[in-house]
């Protein structure tokens, strides 16, 4: 799936705290035509109303990783799901 936009708001040392990605949903590629075809159907995410969703971090898990692990939710149509 590619990004059409993101931003990152790090603190003073370089550590985030927030992020937020535009996803476009019609990219998505899971390797198998048929599901790809299928999660794009109304019954799912139904990329022909809603192409994109918004993904957004507030907390990161500590890990290995510089920062950690961003937890979020994402919105594609109606209310926020995490």
């Given amino acids: 799936m590619s990004c059409r936009w993101g931003e990152l708001d790090a603190d003073e040392a370089g550590v ?3 992020v937020v990605a535009e996803l476009d949903l019609g990219t998505l590629d899971t390797g198998i035509a048929r599901r790809d075809a299928d999660v794009r159907k109304p019954r799912f995410l139904d990329t022909d109303r809603h192409p994109t969703m918004i993904w957004t971090a507030r ?3 500590p890990g ?3 920062g950690g692990r ?3 939710c994402w919105r594609s149509a109606g ?3 995490r």
Avoid: K, L, M, T
Wanted: glycine share 6%.
């Fill in 70 to 72: 961003p937890r979020g």
């Fill in 64 to 66: 290995d990783e510089a």
């Fill in 59 to 61: 907390s990161f898990v």
């Fill in 79 to 81: 209310p926020p799901r």
């Fill in 16 to 18: 985030p705290r927030r």
